[in-house]
Structures are given as C-alpha cells and as structure tokens.
C-alpha cells in the first residue's frame, strides 16, 4: 500500500506525526509524496530537516481545528498533485484532569472538535483526491486510541473527553468505510499503542519508532475484507469497540 | 428500583419522556416523586395534563443544552427534596440529512452538546442528590440508541452526528458506571427501540407503550452486577458496543 503512494499526514511536527514521515522516508520503497502538515512549520526544526533530505516530503500549513483552512490546503495540495492515496488522521488532543469532579464542558467540546469533527471534515474535504486514486484501494488512516474502546473501559473510567472522542472517532471510521467503500476507499482506526510523546508522557512502554514500525506495517498491509472499518492496535491485532 | 423512588426525567413534554411520565404513575406501586423537566412546561399540554390528576409529579423548566440552567433547577429540586434515586437522561436530538456529503460541521457540534456534554453535566450536577439516595443503589439512565453501536453498524453508515454522538454518551456512561460504583451509583446507557415519536416518525414498528414498558421494566429490575456500565435494549437484552 505505502509504495509509491500519494499520503497525506496531519500533525507532522512530532511525536507519532514525524515519526511516521521519517520512517516513510526510510522504506526501501517508500511512497511518491509526503504532504506532510502541521500548524506552524516554521519551528518544525525535525520535519524540515527531513525535507531536506527527502524531497518526496512537502510540508503545509495547517491548523486542523480551524475548518475554514481545509479548502485552502485542498487547493495548495491540487498544485502538486491531483489525487492522495492515504490520508492519515493523526493530530489530536489529550486534556489532563479529566475524572468526574474535574472535567469541564469546554474539554469536552475542544477534544470532540480536535479529536472527531476536523478530522471528518479534513476527510470529506480530500475526498475528490482520494477517489481520484491511482490504486485498486485509497484510504483513510484515523489515530484512535486503545482509551476509545468501551470494552476496555473496566477499571479506570474517567477520561471524559478523550474516551468520548476517540469512540466517537470509532463510530464514524466505521460510517466512512461503509459510505466509501463502493468508490474502494477504506477506512481504519488503530490504537497506536501507549507512546513515549508528549501526549503519552515518559512512563510509557513503547518508543515512538516501535509504535509507528507496526502502524506502518498495518497500514502496508491493509486488506479490504479483513481491515476495512475496523480497529487495530500497533501490533495490527483487533481491537474491540 | 421504581417503587417509591425520587426519579428525575429530562425532555419529559413529549415523546419516550412524557410516556415515561405517565407510566410511571400509573404503576400500582408508583415512584414517589417524578421530577419531570423540559424547556417550556407552559406548552407541555399532556405532561401539564398528567400532573393535574398526579400529586406526584413536579414540572420544572430545563433546557439541558443550557449548562448554566442546571445549578438552578438543582435549588430548585432541593426546595423539594435533598435526595434523588434515579436521573434519567432522556432529552436528546437527531439531525436530519447526515449522509457523507451532506453532513455539517455545525450538526456534529449541536448534537454532541445535546446528546452528551448536556447530559453527563447534568449528572455531574446532581450527583449530590443522588449520593444521598436512602437506596441500597441509586442510578444513571442514559437513553441511548443501537445506532451508537458499532458493531451493528454493518450496512447502513452515515449518520455522522447522531452515531458519534449516542456512542460517545455510551462511553461516558462506562466510564460514569466505574467512577461512582463506590458510591453506589450505577450507570446505563438504553436503546429504547425504534419508536413512533416525532424522532423515530411514523414507519418505527413500536408504539411508545411498548417502549417505555420495556425501558421501566429494565430500570425496575436494575441489578449491578448484571446491568452496571452496559447497554441494553427495550427488551432487557444486553447490545455490543
């Protein structure tokens, strides 16, 4: 899937974001363009680094919440190319204090914004390049996380915002990969896993390199009959809603 | 659980609430306070109508979408009563046109604020009320719906706002069912069928009778063990995530 493919990544600036753009860069066939965006690429001193090296990558512009700057990166993406292979969905917000006694209504209206509505309408906006595919299959990648998963959810509740965004990202990976899938365009979720960024802070298990190797893989390998509107974590193991 | 319970219902002036107003006096052994909201009590002619033959209900204005007005109908129940048994979260909403290319940003939004910051901010309000329940066991009803269900979304898709949402209001409900277990307060999230109701219009296969018997019966004979932190529909049956 990644060989020689048109991909589209937001939050390119770090963690899981940069990552993913380096190891693209990296593969022995890696794709034919990186559009890579991020709010301010003017202090991305990682992101343009890599561009240095790599001129598959092209770095935008792009403040995902603000919607009115969707059409503005469609139209900056149609003057190099006409059609994306793989949009991958990867800004997100992860507030802190979020337990019953602490979380406020307006975390929950940000991170459902950041987290689902741009997102969907970043993907609706695309949707003219990605049908526009050169390959049997394009696709939508959305980062989710384990914490989405309501099966999972039986013994550290709270986490109002996230939780509640991340599963309503679920929902509507699965409504997208069932409005699109007669133009073969997928949609998946995947769990990245618990990542040492500054979202996953430093106790966590997994390196931003191991994490994004089997997001990479998953993504590489994606199946239409197996993968399409499901939920995987890193290792590309299902995961239950 | 119903028998001599304080109840509190929200969207009570039509609908699934007003049924639920109603049967729940009729019972031969009813609540003992139902404490019925909804935005304009002075057009609510059946909810008024109800309340004229039953001394037992108390109608109190609350639009849920106003955060501000919950501390104010929280006084106003407390010159009531200090205690609540069950809250039940029935007001919600459901855009129309929500295919891929027609969903709006501002449908997504509207309906997650109705559907899930109205509802766990008002639990959040009125939790003092219900720790204070002389019941073994007080209780979080979320009215919910199978198109919050992942898995059983298989053929139909779209639905952006409205499935975000209702699976989102699952997963706080979740996370609500572990946080104040310890305080004996439980939490579930139902879907009350398909119903002929201005929502479900008048192809739905069931009346709101059938419904709400099926609702009450299921809260009624609420159990922890069996029912904390899941998904149910009118038939008592447990629904996947």
Not at 58 to 63: G, V
Not at 191 to 203: I, L
Not at 205 to 227: A, C, F, K, M, W
Request: hydrophobic share 35%.
């Amino acid at each position: 899937m990644l060989s020689g493919a048109r991909v589209f990544i937001t939050g390119s600036s770090r963690g899981l974001g940069v990552e993913m753009v380096k190891q693209l860069c990296e593969r022995s066939s890696p794709p034919s363009l990186i559009v890579a965006t991020c709010r301010s690429p003017e202090t991305a001193g990682r992101l343009q680094e890599l561009s240095y090296k790599h001129s598959i990558i092209k770095i935008l512009a792009l403040d995902v919440d603000n919607l009115e700057e969707h059409e503005r990166v469609k139209s900056e993406v149609e003057q190099i190319t006409n059609k994306l292979d793989i949009l991958i969905n990867n800004a997100g917000v992860s507030p802190k204090a979020t337990r019953i006694n602490l979380v406020q209504p307006e975390q929950m209206t940000r991170t459902f914004h950041t987290n689902v509505v741009a997102p969907l309408f970043l993907t609706k906006t695309f949707l003219p390049l990605l049908q526009k595919s050169d390959e049997s299959q394009s696709l939508i990648v959305n980062l989710s996380s384990i914490l989405g998963s309501i099966t999972e959810n039986t013994k550290q509740g709270g986490l109002y915002p996230y939780r509640a965004s991340k599963t309503a990202l679920n929902a509507i990976t699965r409504s997208l990969s069932i409005d699109l899938k007669h133009q073969n365009i997928g949609a998946i979720t995947i769990h990245p896993g618990w990542v040492r960024t500054d979202m996953g802070g430093n106790n966590a298990p997994l390196s931003p390199e191991q994490s994004v190797r089997g997001v990479l893989s998953l993504v590489d390998s994606y199946n239409t009959s197996i993968h399409n509107g499901n939920f995987f974590d890193n290792l590309g193991d299902p995961l239950p809603w």
